[in-house]
């Protein structure tokens, strides 16, 4: 595999005007002034991102995906193997104050965080000219290739930028024009001497069409009477490249190709390189009028605000912003690393939440849309490649704090595989669930490609080895295996009457809901892999199989919700945020009407209850949300969701937000919105290629285009005003069976016959569905 490198181009040329040109509104963030930080428009590749703020003295924050606050840490708490069955006992005799402070106190390492993530640095570029001076500000994202585009007229003199990244050799580019100013160039990035810290090298040269360079005080360039320039910078770390002298030697080398491979060439294939994946899916849901749709971003977004419905593709903007941030942060590569919180847009160097692997539903989030929009075998390797990372951390835990074999992973992991309890509070912490979660991801990577080879030399005996910590951990309580300590992530509830600490609020508890759940499907998903490749008479499908069997099914409480806990507590956050008792309704299966439907009652009756106490406070909340209303059929609802995400949470770059507006980007949320819309559209859990199981009535005529069903199934669709069904087009990648299902069950045809039941497909067919 090509190793990763990271190189930023700045390019001079004479541009066109284009402050009139016309806009794709589904497609292109605009706007009239620079940005400060909750505006900034942002690029990247995979490895490599960008925060454009486009002013007349510009600063590009620079990121690279493995710039952490330091290198593997081994934390374990030395009296946690002692501790943690003195912890799980209490709790079973209902000692939750005893339980909660004994694993604080004796489970949890210290340090009691994993590493954090890191910008590299930023880029400043300081002209002779002031803001005053601007006429005619633009400043452009064009989703469709990519690029970051920028114009402003100064005193008459034109100015405009590119700014994108070029997959092959990752050249970050800008293109700038101006007519001989002075610039100055800083270029800096973070450091901290300190023992155990990752190092990392960033090359740069500065290239001028014409004019003379000089150096300012030892850290910075002049540039005067240009025309124009050309800055390329790369950037190594220890993460893929621990020799010092490597490092540097191989950023001067891929610094050195960027400048002899030309401007046009590297655009070309960045475009190219791009549109491949970016232009697998499309999505039409209706046409803006001309006079919104081409208004800047910040002035649509206040309209959408007011009226959701006035600006439809205002929707497909946020849908295909998701694609563009999942493109751009989650790459094939050397040792690559999936997306953070934060993505590689992160401009703090402490950032919100340290900007990690949160696995107890982020990390999760931001690769769920990987499998319906066809990006899979492109977007999952860094993914893939946390899990591995994290199972040999994940080991040295197991046996560190637990005294078990397998491995096992908490709610935080970073770019290292420290994979120990992160922070310490009795509602987060020590909840050792995740890898029964992540699993999932590998087995549904097999249900979208069919990819047998990595199903059984890596999907398997990754499973099977996670497994061996569970058969060692669970306990049996009541005739089922139970786990503890469990949590339903990050909600706490008040200890009941007649148990130890009553009236006291904590999160810590045995066999949760969420738990549960979450080990029915993962045992599930070993038989299922051993089946597919011919194995299932395999010992370890025997171990899956006795243990699946011992696994409590979700139960209901008193008002005909799923209950959280083993008991029904008395909550204490009524709206929290998280939705875990709904796992087995989504990403899970196992609650969805197709699979049980008094499940899914219950779930509905638990979602609404979340809702209306004021759930989906968070942007990756609220996007949650669509996905579970779409899995109940429940269109209106999942599409109001929809625009609330981008209403209450997306900020005039598109960015997803934590609690709205300025308040810290959190990349989840835009990928959550992309897969909840793709579930109102086309659902294949349960074997079945659903067609618009949950379109809203509200839909204007649309289509989308190149979706994927599990099962290999390529899907376009077309609707009309109010969602009705025109035309799918489903294309067999795989061959196999194809079941199908339109909306709330209507008759159909396919090929213009009555559907009967499966129809048996060959690779390369295709079936025109039409309603009846």
């Known amino acids: 595999m090509r190793p990763l490198t990271s190189v930023l181009y700045i390019s001079t040329l004479l541009k066109t005007h284009f402050v009139s040109a016309q806009y794709d509104p589904s497609q292109t963030l605009r706007s009239g002034t620079p940005a400060d930080g909750q505006s900034v428009l942002v690029v990247g590749n995979g490895r490599s991102g960008g925060n454009v703020f486009g002013d007349i003295n510009e600063q590009l924050w620079l990121n690279e995906d493995t710039i952490w606050s330091g290198l593997y840490q081994r934390r374990v708490n030395p009296n946690a193997k002692e501790a943690w ?54 400043r452009i994202l064009d989703i469709s290739t990519g690029m970051v585009i920028g114009a402003r007229w100064r005193a008459s003199a034109p100015f405009s930028a590119t700014i994108y990244y070029e997959r092959e050799q990752n050249i970050h580019q800008k293109l700038a024009t101006t007519d001989n100013n002075e610039y100055k160039f800083y270029l800096q990035g973070g450091s901290d001497p300190s023992p155990g810290q990752l190092d990392f090298n960033i090359e740069g040269r500065l290239v001028p069409v014409d004019g003379s360079v000089s150096i300012v005080n030892g850290n910075a360039f002049r540039l005067s009477d240009t025309r124009g320039f050309d800055i390329f910078t790369d950037i190594q770390t220890t993460y893929r490249c621990p020799d010092s002298n490597e490092r540097a030697e191989k950023a001067a080398r891929n610094v050195a190709a960027a400048v002899a491979k030309g401007y046009d060439s590297v655009r070309s294939a960045a475009i190219s390189d791009y549109q491949n994946l970016y232009q697998r899916v499309s999505g039409d849901f209706g046409t803006t009028s001309s006079n919104s749709g081409q208004q800047t971003t910040d002035g649509r977004l206040q309209a959408y605000r007011n009226d959701p419905n006035s600006d ?10 998701g694609r563009y941030l999942f493109i751009g942060s989650s790459r094939k590569g050397y040792k690559p690393l999936p997306p953070n919180l934060q993505g590689l847009w992160n401009t703090n160097y402490d950032p919100p939440f340290g900007s990690r692997f949160t696995v107890n539903i982020n990390t999760q989030m931001l690769d769920w849309p990987a499998g319906p929009t066809n990006l899979a075998d492109e977007m999952l390797e860094p993914f893939f490649g946390l899990l591995d990372v994290s199972r040999t951390g994940g080991r040295e835990q197991a046996s560190d704090m637990y005294g078990l074999s397998g491995f096992v992973m908490h709610h935080n992991a970073d770019a290292w ?4 309890p992160n922070d310490n509070g009795t509602e987060y912490t020590h909840w050792p669930m995740g890898a029964a979660w992540l699993g999932t991801h590998l087995l549904e990577y097999y249900r979208f490609t069919g990819d047998s080879t990595f199903l059984e030399k890596t999907t398997l005996p990754w499973l099977v080895e996670a497994a061996e910590f569970f058969y060692a951990w669970l306990f049996d309580h009541e005739g089922y ?4 300590t469990s949590l339903s992530p990050e909600h706490g509830f008040y200890i009941p009457d007649g148990a130890e600490g009553a009236g006291q609020r904590t999160g810590i508890d045995i066999g949760t809901s969420m738990d549960r759940q979450l080990l029915a499907q993962f045992f599930g998903d070993i038989i299922e892999g051993y089946t597919a490749i011919g194995q299932s008479g395999d010992d370890q499908v025997s171990k899956a199989k006795d243990a699946l069997a011992k696994i409590k099914p979700p139960e209901i409480g008193s008002y005909g919700q799923i209950l959280e806990w083993r008991d029904e507590y008395n909550e204490a956050e009524p709206g929290h945020r998280h939705l875990s008792p709904l796992f087995g309704l989504f990403p899970g299966s196992a609650m969805t009407p197709l699979v049980n439907n008094t499940l899914a009652q219950a779930s509905q009756i638990l979602l609404k209850h979340r809702l209306d106490a004021g759930s989906g406070s968070t942007g990756w909340s609220r996007s949650w949300f669509i996905n579970c209303f779409a899995r109940l059929y429940q269109g209106n609802d999942a599409w109001t969701n929809a625009q609330r995400t981008i209403q209450s949470f997306f900020g ?12 810290p980007f959190q990349q989840d949320g835009n990928h959550g919105i992309v897969s909840g819309i793709t579930e109102m559209l086309l659902q294949s859990h349960a074997s079945v290629i659903h067609i618009l199981p949950a379109q809203t009535s509200q839909a204007r005529a649309g289509s989308v285009k190149g979706l994927i069903g599990r099962g290999g199934f390529k899907v376009d669709i077309s609707w009309n005003s109010g969602g009705g069904l025109n035309q799918t087009t489903v294309t067999s990648q795989l061959g196999g069976q194809l079941t199908l299902r339109l909306n709330n069950g209507q008759n159909f045809q396919v090929n213009g016959q009555s559907y009967s039941g499966p129809i048996g497909t060959q690779a390369g067919q295709s079936y025109v569905i039409t309603p009846a």
């Open 85 to 138: 069955p003195r912890v799980r006992d209490d709790l079973v005799q209902n000692k939750f104050s005893s339980a909660g402070n004994d694993a604080l106190a004796n489970m949890t390492p210290d340090p009691d965080l994993v590493r954090h993530y890191q910008p590299a640095g930023h880029l400043n570029i300081f002209t002779n000219g002031d803001g005053s001076q601007m006429q005619d500000y633009n």
């Open 312 to 321: 439809p593709q205002m929707t497909a903007l946020g849908f295909n912003m």
């Open 417 to 420: 595989g420290d994979v120990a």
């Open 481 to 484: 295996l139970t786990t503890a």
């Open 652 to 663: 005039v770059n598109m960015l997803d937000t934590l609690e709205g507006p300025y308040s």
